[in-house]
């Protein structure tokens, strides 16, 4: 792997949008979990997602996404808030899931729809990964009789599991197409300033 060496204009952006990611990962997390609404861990991804691939795109470096998820999680991790392995695990996932996509697709509106589709991914499966941790694998039985007590005796929890993984790859390629647009804005605006 080839060192990059990165410009100081370039290591300035990575700063802005990583303290950016960290600053609202802090200040809208906390929000959002204290709150107790749904899905926050999907709503602060995306987010994160859409900073990471803005930055990469108006540097043109692809290893930009690690680089301001790493500033993010220090962030977080030196936040007031109680709540700090989950999201900091989190951050660096779907950094490094988006990170992956990235450097094997290059820069391009394919690989921004799809990184950030697999990115949003992140926080349900680990979710799941967390809860078969903690409780075992037998959670999803449980998951299981619960939806056949609710009377939803020919819904399996795959099927579920399956469907909800894909709304959020649908609102993550949303969040690519998004950034992608909103990056061509950006350097539009930069290079005519």
């Not at 795109?57 to 808030?81: D, E, G, Q």
């Not at 690519?176 to 300033?193: D, H, V």
Request: charge should be positive; charged fraction near 10%.
């Amino acid at each position: 792997m080839k060192y990059e060496n990165l410009k100081p204009k370039e290591i300035a952006y990575i700063a802005v949008f990583g303290a950016l990611w960290g600053s609202l990962e802090v200040t809208i997390g906390m929000f959002l979990h204290n709150m107790n609404i749904p899905f926050s861990g999907l709503i602060l991804t995306l987010i994160g997602a859409f900073i990471a691939l803005t930055c990469v795109r108006l540097i043109n470096r692809r290893r930009a996404i690690l680089y301001t998820a790493f500033i993010a999680a220090i962030l977080k991790m030196l936040s007031f808030t109680t709540i700090k392995l989950g999201p900091m695990i989190g951050i660096i996932t779907a950094a490094s899931i988006s990170q992956i996509t990235i450097l094997i697709l290059n820069i391009n509106l394919i690989s921004y729809i799809i990184s950030a589709g697999l990115t949003a991914c992140a926080p349900f499966l680990q979710f799941l990964v967390g809860h078969s941790i903690i409780y075992s694998p037998k959670i999803f039985n449980i998951y299981q009789d619960f939806l056949n007590l609710l009377g939803h005796r020919n819904l399996d929890i795959t099927t579920i599991i399956i469907i909800i993984v894909a709304l959020h790859f649908v609102l993550g390629c949303i969040i690519g197409l998004c950034a992608w647009q909103f990056s061509t804005l950006l350097i539009k605006r930069i290079n005519n300033y």
